[in-house]
């Protein structure tokens, strides 16, 4: 079985909405059994807290089924029994690096398509829907190349 991480600096809007949009991407193409998805915040400020209220209403508007979240910190635990780590922006990128060093599993969330930069911080854009549907994107261009 294969271990995916989705990471954002609090971990209660996109790497959880990474973790569901994953989720229910592997149901669909019945491989939900070869792969552990789940998502960690890179900052201490969210741990514990659930999915940010307009997060979880733009996942229902897509019909994207969650559950209940609680924000989880990063540990290099997380990192040695990975696979893979995703990440959404520069800063998460930073943030991984002065955490834990340099290390081959860190990729952007968009490595497999190349179409976006970074996906934004919606907690600061509000942009919901824009992001939700970025992320569904390379979600879909990652299982297709790992």
């Known amino acids: 079985m294969k271990k995916i991480i989705f990471v954002c600096h609090g971990s209660i809007c996109r790497s959880p909405a990474a973790e569901f949009i ?6 669909q193409l019945n491989k939900e059994n070869e792969y552990e998805i789940t998502s960690r915040a890179l900052t201490h400020e969210e741990i514990g807290n659930d999915l940010y ?4 209403a733009t996942l229902i508007d897509f019909k994207i089924p969650f559950s209940h ?3 989880t910190f990063i540990n290099k635990e997380d990192i040695d029994s990975c696979d893979y780590l995703f990440y959404m922006d520069d ?16 990729l952007p969330i968009f490595a497999f398509s190349k179409q976006y930069k970074e996906i934004e911080d919606p907690w600061y ?7 939700v549907n ?7 261009d990652i299982f297709k190349n790992i």
Not at 22 to 27: D, E
């Open 69 to 71: 979240h609680s924000s």
């Open 125 to 131: 854009t509000g942009r919901y829907t824009k992001v």
């Open 53 to 56: 209220t307009p997060i979880r």
């Open 22 to 27: 994953a989720k229910q991407y592997l149901k």
């Open 91 to 106: 800063d998460n990128y930073n943030l991984l690096i002065n955490l834990f060093g340099e290390n081959k599993k860190f």
């Open 134 to 140: 970025q992320i569904i994107q390379c979600i879909e």
